[in-house]
Nanobody, 126 residues
Framework: QVQLVEYGGGLVQAGGSLRLSCAVS????????MGWFRQAPGKEREFVAA????????YVGDPMKGRFTISRDNAKKTVYLILNSLKPEDTAVYYC???????????????????WGQGTQVTVSS
């Protein structure tokens, strides 16, 4: 049973930073792609970033490039999302997700992920 638990969300002022964590458990994640998505009220779910578990190579969505960074710690079985220069429009529930294969290119944000966490709220005040 794969479990993903996100934490680290909260309320932050515009321009501030947060670090979200996703603790993963239940199996080895070799060959997986780990992703972060977000969903704001009344909007569709949006891809944020992803990292391939084996290589650590990353893919960040265009609106977040230069501000958000994704990484993973194999030993701690944790995926991190660092959010810098936050804007009010970054307010959303952020979800961690896992896919049972390595995605490349556009597959990273178009293909289905297999497991999802419960989400953590990020609120950015102006």
């Amino acid at each position: 049973q794969v479990q993903l638990v996100e934490y680290g969300g909260g309320l932050v002022q515009a321009g501030g930073s947060l670090r979200l964590s996703c603790a993963v458990s239940g199996r080895t994640f070799s060959g997986y792609t780990m992703g972060w998505f977000r969903q704001a009220p009344g909007k569709e779910r949006e891809f944020v970033a992803a990292v391939r578990w084996n290589s650590g190579s990353t893919y960040v969505g265009d609106p977040m490039k230069g501000r958000f960074t994704i990484s993973r710690d194999n030993a701690k079985k944790t995926v991190y999302l660092i959010l810098n220069s936050l804007k009010p429009e970054d307010t959303a529930v952020y979800y961690c997700a896992a896919a049972r294969q390595e995605f490349y290119g556009s597959d990273t944000y178009t293909r289905q992920y297999d497991y999802w966490g419960q989400g953590t709220q990020v609120t950015v005040s102006s």
